[in-house]
C-alpha cells in the first residue's frame, strides 16, 4: 500500500497521471491532490472514493512515498526542492531536466540513470520521449550520427487553456468567423492553422521547444555530441503529437533491418507497409507507434513517422514507469 502526492492535479497531465494510477495495479491507501488556490476544496473521484484538492503547499508531502509534479517550470523551481526534503518527486515541468545532478529518465531508454538520484527525478519532453524511444533502438543496433525532426504538436502539449482555445476557435472558424487570439496561450490563431513558433526564440534562433528535443535527446541517449535539426510545429490537434523523423547511421542500414530491430524495441509498436498511425489512434494508448520506416536520401539515412499520446508516453505514463522503476508503487522494486 502505498502513499501517492500529485502536484496540478487538476491539469491535463496530473489528472492523465490520476487515471492511469486508477486503472492500475497499484495499491493505494493515501492519495492527496494539489493545484492552484483556485481548484481548492474541488473534489476529484479516484476509485468510487471523492477526494478534496489543496493548494499546493510542501508541507502535505510529508510522509508520502512519492509525488508527481505536473506544475509550469516558474512553480516547480521553488516548489520541487521544497517536497523533495520529504519523498522523491518526479517532476514534468522542464525546470530540472538539464540539471546534470538530476537523472532526466525514459525507462525504456536509460533507466540506469535513476541510480544514486537525490529525490528529484526530472520527466522529458513531449517530444523528446517519443523519440528517443523510437530512435534508440536503432541507435543501439547501428550508431546514430544525426537527427532531423520535424514535430506535428497538439495543443493539448500546452496546458488545458490551450484546449479550450483550440476548441472556442473552431467554432468562430466554421462559423467563418475570425476568434480573438489576442490572449491566446498558443500566440497567434491555431484554428484551421499552423504555428512553428512552441516557447520563446533563442539567439540561434531555435524555439524552446526545438531546443528541449535537441539538448535533451542528446542528454538522454548519452550522445552528447548527437547533432539534431529540429522543427517544432503546433497544430490544431486536441491531443497527441507526430514527428517526421530522419536519421543518419555510422553505417549502412536498410529498411527492412530497421524494421526488425523496432519490432522488438521496448514500448515501440511497429506498422509496417502502407499502414500508418494517426494521432487519433494513439490516444489513450501508452505505446510510441512508428511507422512508414524506409531507406532515406543515402544508404546510411532512414525516414519514419512517430505518433504519440502527449499526455499518455509523452507525460504522465513516463511519469508512472518511473515510479515503478523506483519501486516506489507497490508493483515492482
Ligand atoms: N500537456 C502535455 O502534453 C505536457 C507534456 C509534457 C510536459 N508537460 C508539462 O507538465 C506541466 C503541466 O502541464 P499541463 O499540460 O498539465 O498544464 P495545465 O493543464 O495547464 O495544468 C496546470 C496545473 O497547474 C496548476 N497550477 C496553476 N497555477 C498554480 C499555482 N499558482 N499553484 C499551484 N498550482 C497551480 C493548475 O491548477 P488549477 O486547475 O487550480 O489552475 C493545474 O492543476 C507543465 O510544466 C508542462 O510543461 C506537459
Redesign the pocket.
Known amino acids: 500500500m502505498k502513499r501517492i502526492g500529485i ?10 497521471v490520476l487515471r492511469i494510477l486508477e486503472s492500475g495495479p497499484h495499491k493505494i491507501e493515501d492519495l492527496r491532490l ?7 476544496g ?1 473534489k476529484m473521484k479516484f476509485r468510487d472514493q471523492e477526494y478534496e ?1 489543496h ?2 503547499d510542501p508541507i502535505g508531502f510529508q510522509g508520502l512515498d512519492v509525488a508527481f ?5 516558474d ?2 523551481r521553488k ?1 520541487v526542492p521544497q517536497a523533495a526534503k520529504h519523498c522523491p518527486v518526479i517532476d ?4 530540472f531536466r538539464l540539471k546534470p545532478e538530476v537523472p532526466l529518465v525514459v525507462p525504456e531508454v536509460n533507466p540506469e540513470s535513476l541510480k544514486g538520484h537525490e529525490n528529484i527525478i526530472a ?4 517530444t523528446t520521449i517519443p523519440l528517443v524511444v523510437a530512435v534508440n533502438p536503432l541507435h543501439r543496433e547501428f550508431g546514430l550520427r544525426e537527427i532531423w525532426l520535424a514535430s506535428y504538436q ?1 495543443v ?8 479550450e482555445q483550440l476548441r472556442y476557435e473552431t467554432e468562430f472558424v466554421a462559423m467563418k468567423q475570425k476568434p480573438d487570439s489576442k490572449d491566446s496561450p498558443l500566440g497567434p490563431q491555431i484554428a484551421d492553422n499552423v504555428i512553428p513558433h512552441i516557447a520563446d526564440f533563442d539567439s540561434h534562433g531555435n524555439t524552446g521547444e526545438e531546443a528541449k528535443t535537441i539538448k535533451e535527446s542528446a542528454r538522454i541517449l548519452g550522445l552528447p555530441e548527437l547533432k539534431v535539426n529540429s522543427t517544432c510545429v503546433r497544430v490544431p490537434v486536441s491531443v497527441g ?1 507526430a514527428l517526421a523523423v530522419s536519421c543518419r547511421f555510422e553505417q549502412v542500414v536498410k529498411a527492412k533491418d530497421a524494421q526488425r530491430v523496432l519490432k522488438h524495441a521496448p514500448g515501440v509498436t511497429l506498422r509496417t507497409g502502407h499502414d500508418y498511425a494517426t494521432p487519433v489512434d494513439c490516444r489513450g494508448n501508452d505505446s510510441v507507434f512508428v511507422s512508414r520506416v524506409r531507406q532515406g536520401a543515402g544508404t546510411d539515412e532512414l525516414s519514419m513517422w512517430v505518433v504519440t499520446d ?2 499518455r508516453k ?2 504522465a505514463t513516463n511519469a508512472v514507469q518511473i515510479a515503478e522503476l523506483l519501486g516506489k508503487l507497490g508493483v515492482s522494486s
Open positions: 502536484a496540478g492535479a487538476t491539469g491535463l497531465v496530473g489528472e492523465t494539489f493545484a492552484s488556490a483556485r481548484s481548492s474541488a484538492v493548494e499546493v509534479f505536473c506544475l509550469e517550470a512553480l516547480a516548489l514534468k515541468s522542464s525546470e520527466n522529458p519532453n513531449c497538439s493539448s502539449g500546452a496546458g488545458k487553456a490551450a484546449v503529437h502527449n499526455l509523452g507525460a
